[in-house]
């Protein structure tokens, strides 16, 4: 409007409470909402009004940082530090780009409607303040039971929503919204007021006052009947099967009832700010009463209810409280759920991980686990172990770190799972009753064993993260650590049972012959072949058989001996239950001392040595982030051009030592039946004279192409930076490339032509199945390479789409070409760069092209033995990736 100073105006709220039908009204009083709007579908007939790159944008981010909305675990607070992921780093730049084009062509007011925005306010906040764009926020709201209703219909098969998260994703929007937006013009409406009978003031002054709010001035009678038009009867579809659904929380029902009190002017924004901010839990909102179904609505929310066990007698009692801000009847309610239920779920827990410790009186006063070790303690005791059987050498190892004398005669080793009677958690006879907890606490909740965890006089667990977790749950829980032993691997003796039983030799023996790592399990084929000073190893260390608790005993004992000597152990291939009772201590200190030689170093997947060696010195550096890459742009002397003819394709060759493979891929280059064809050649500085076979073989077929070149770098660049010297020289708007140990079916250009010229202007990428031909001299399993279509999530944890694919130039040229990745993956990071630019391909869903898998392969040669570093530098410059093998702990 003339005279309104620019303001965008951000629409936010649940989805499914109205924030569509707020999108259709606002560019019929003046508030236009720019771009390209997701159309309709049978969920929304009249359309989204949501800008589609706004939408991408917001939902990728969610799924990157594990968020994804309506999952499960959409319902929880965004991880720590989120604003500085790489992911929300990239997601800022965009959305700059994007309000930045629209600010020019603006004026006044506009709007921008997403109801993900709810969760992500603060990014917005921070690209509005450097472009200087004031920020005004409608929140939509609607009852939670027509939205719950909405989102079932829509999201139960898709995304497994229920009832109870529904409820939760309503608080989780709603609050967040209010929350992020303090300090900014907020403006709360009512989905339901649209609805009421036109003459009764609902409708018409609810657009008045969301007009004055937007602009500042009221709306015309022309501009109201305009707006009014949008609202029909059918737009409340949700209304017909809300008796199916169990009871609504009272806290949804008081937020919406404030904040429509906040719309009506009746009460102060501060007011409910300030009370919203003293709760220990704004955003958690576990709703016991749905988890006991349609008739336990008292249940949750009468004061005065006395049934069920008392919160302040029992273990689990301060975090029932702590959950539902001390409020007793809704606390007791969760702690009758929690008991019927063996515990707190995932969602609960990772709530109370957040809680305020002041609520948690363990975390004031934590138990010593000095005290297992005092003189007027019993010299007798049992110890209860979840996560390990007594056969297993790794809880034989943690048993050496437990802080008390443990004597197998005096102290009685129980497996947690057993049915045994236990003390009372406040009984005087829990004394001597220790645990060793070496699982997640989620199993112990699935297991139903929670709660015997409780009755125990002292728990030791070596995640610090979960011993607070446990603490919270009323567990008197005590880290364990490796800084100190006990003997329990020490007893005398232990030397000839070893040669003995396990017939392994005496760790004494390995010094002074140049062994510094010692391998547990093999790393893959021909692993043992591999092994010389400084490694040594033990191929069959998973076959070993170990025949009760004191074989297992004597092996970790046999372990511990090797470390203290000086011999680094390496783990390969670990089991899952290795991995799961290592997880939390996997990324140990590089300067960790001997003593604490639990874990060993793991890794996972075959390597060879000399990447076991380089992993270990990456690891032992402090895992440092990789380099950036850095792609040469050589000068390139022409040593052939025949032709100046137009074509459509060109097929783009990188040659590199290949001398006696290239003229094959040549041939088949010549035998395509595309007549119009170009033929770009780029030698990389050759030292085999494979040049001189191409100029050879121009010579003499040169002529079969429209236009022929032979480029040669002056010192070896890359594979990145001789497919971007092809495609510079090319051109033709398409471009198929090409290594030169591959060959191409007859077929190839002409077929992937035909579908990129149907393609839209998105598609970069044409692709053909590829036949893998694996020659004699192949290494191990050869390519990767896997018949799919081009789909972003087939990409996440490694690439599928080979090099051999018709490219379009200007995408290449959009996005910088190639980049040079050090070892290889210059095709799996271009594809990706593709991707991030908006860009994807399209399978041609027929067999032509070969790829050739030999020995002298870049793949073979260096790409399979760095694996591991390539993960990491990829999913670096691709956050979005993942890759398992990017992981330290991979």
């Keep these: 409007m003339a005279g309104t100073p620019q303001t965008l105006i951000l629409v936010v709220g649940m989805h499914r409470s109205g924030t569509s039908l707020l999108g259709s009204l606002l560019p019929q009083v003046g508030v236009p909402m720019p771009g390209e709007l997701i159309g309709a579908d049978h969920h929304n007939p009249e359309g989204y009004f949501e800008r589609s790159d706004i939408t991408a944008l917001q939902e990728q981010l969610l799924l990157d940082l594990d968020r994804w909305w309506p999952s499960q675990k959409g319902v929880l607070p965004l991880p720590l530090n989120w604003r500085d992921h790489p992911a929300s780093e990239q997601a800022v730049e965009q959305l700059h780009a994007l309000l930045a084009g629209e600010m020019a062509r603006h004026s006044g007011p506009w709007a921008i409607k997403d109801p993900r925005t709810s969760l992500l306010l603060p990014l917005w906040r921070r690209v509005a303040h450097d472009l200087g764009l004031p920020l005004k926020v409608v929140l939509c709201l609607r009852d939670p039971k027509e939205v719950s209703t909405s989102l079932l219909r829509r999201d139960r098969l898709s995304a497994g929503m229920t009832a109870w998260r529904a409820q939760q994703l309503w608080w989780r929007h709603t609050l967040q919204a209010l929350l992020d937006s303090q300090g900014l013009p907020l403006h709360p409406l009512h989905y339901g ?66 904040l429509l009190a906040v719309a009506d002017g009746q009460l102060e924004r501060g007011a409910l700010e300030a009370e919203l901010a003293s709760a220990p839990l704004p955003i958690a909102l576990p709703l016991a009463a749905l988890r006991h179904g349609p008739g336990a609505g008292a249940v949750a929310g009468a004061p005065g209810d006395d ?81 390990r059987d007594w056969t297993s050498w790794p809880l034989q190892a943690w048993l050496q770190h437990l802080p008390l004398a443990l004597n197998p005669r005096t102290w009685q080793l129980l497996q947690g799972l057993e049915p045994l009677e236990l003390p009372a958690a406040d009984s005087p006879e829990r004394r001597g009753w220790l645990g060793l907890h070496l699982q997640s606490l989620e199993q112990s909740t699935a297991q139903g064993q929670l709660e015997r965890l409780t009755r125990l006089e002292l728990v030791f667990d070596p995640d610090p993260t979960q011993v607070g977790l446990l603490r919270r749950l009323g567990v ?89 000597i000086g011999l680094q152990l390496v783990r ?210 050869g390519s990767a390479i896997e018949p799919l279509s081009w789909q972003r999530n087939h990409f996440l944890a490694n690439n599928v789409i080979d090099a051999m694919a018709l490219v379009r130039r200007q995408a290449w040229e959009q996005v910088g070409g190639y980049t040079h990745i050090p070892g290889g993956w210059e095709d799996y990071d271009f594809w990706c760069q593709l991707i991030d630019a908006g860009f ?34 990829l999913q670096a410059r691709h956050p979005w990736l993942q890759l398992p093998m990017a992981e330290p702990g991979a």
């Design 572 to 781: 390969l291939h670990p089991s899952r239950e290795e991995l799961d009772l290592w997880g939390w201590t996997l990324l140990r200190p590089p300067d960790a001392p001997p003593a604490g030689w639990l874990p060993p170093q793991t890794f996972r997947g075959e390597i060879s040595i000399p990447s076991l060696q380089a992993e270990l010195a990456w690891r032992q550096a402090g895992y440092p982030a990789p380099e950036p890459c850095h792609t040469p742009t050589p000068a390139a002397e022409s040593l052939w051009e025949q032709g100046d003819g137009l074509a459509e394709a060109a097929v783009c060759i990188s040659l590199h030592n290949y001398g006696d493979r290239i003229e094959a891929a040549l041939d088949s280059v010549r035998q395509q039946s595309l007549v119009a064809l170009e033929l770009v050649v780029v030698d990389d500085a050759s030292s085999d004279g494979g040049e001189r076979r191409v100029l050879a073989w121009l010579e003499r077929h040169g002529q079969r192409f429209t236009r022929s070149l032979l480029l040669r770098h002056p010192g070896n660049a890359g594979l990145a930076a001789a497919r971007n010297t092809a495609f510079a020289a090319a051109r033709s708007p398409w471009c198929f490339v090409l290594d030169a140990d591959n060959t191409l079916l007859p077929e190839a250009v002409t077929q992937c032509l035909r579908v990129a010229r149907s393609a839209p202007a998105t598609a970069a990428v044409v692709h053909p199945l590829v036949e893998v031909v694996t020659e004699e001299t192949a290494v191990g399993r």
């Design 307 to 387: 049934a069920g066990p008392d919160p302040a007698s029992h273990p689990w009692g301060a975090a029932a409280l702590a959950l539902h801000g001390q409020h007793q009847a809704l606390g007791r309610s969760q702690l009758v759920n929690w008991c019927q239920w063996s515990g707190p779920t995932a969602i609960d827990q990772a709530y109370l991980a957040a809680a305020p410790a002041s609520a948690f009186p363990l975390l004031q006063s934590p138990p010593d686990p000095g005290a297992a070790t005092t003189t007027d303690r019993p010299a007798a005791g049992r110890i209860l172990v979840w996560g």
């Design 476 to 564: 008197r829980a005590c880290r364990l650590t490796t800084g100190q032993t006990n003997g329990w691997l020490d007893q005398p003796g232990d030397g000839e049972a070893i040669s003995q039983q396990l017939g392994l030799p005496a760790p004494e023996s390995l010094t002074g012959v140049g062994g510094q790592l010692l391998c547990l399990g093999s790393g893959g084929e021909d692993w043992e072949r591999q092994l010389q000073p400084p490694c040594w190893g033990l191929p069959g260390f998973d076959r070993l058989r170990l025949d009760g608790p004191e074989q297992a005993r004597l092996l970790a004992a046999w372990l511990q001996a090797c470390n203290t």
């Design 193 to 258: 007021r649209w609805f009421e009978r036109s003459g009764q003031g609902g409708p018409e002054r609810q657009l008045q006052e969301l007009v004055r709010f937007c602009r500042g001035t009221d709306p015309s009678p022309e501009e109201t009947r305009l707006a009014l038009a949008q609202v029909r009867p059918e737009h409340r579809r949700s209304l017909r099967s809300l008796r199916r659904l169990v009871p609504i929380h009272p806290r949804l029902r008081r937020l919406e009832r404030q």
């Design 840 to 873: 994807h391909g399209v399978l041609c869903p027929q067999r032509l092209a070969r790829y050739h898998c030999h020995g002298d392969s870049m793949l073979a040669r260096g790409t399979n033995q760095q694996v591991r570093r390539l993960s990491r530098l």
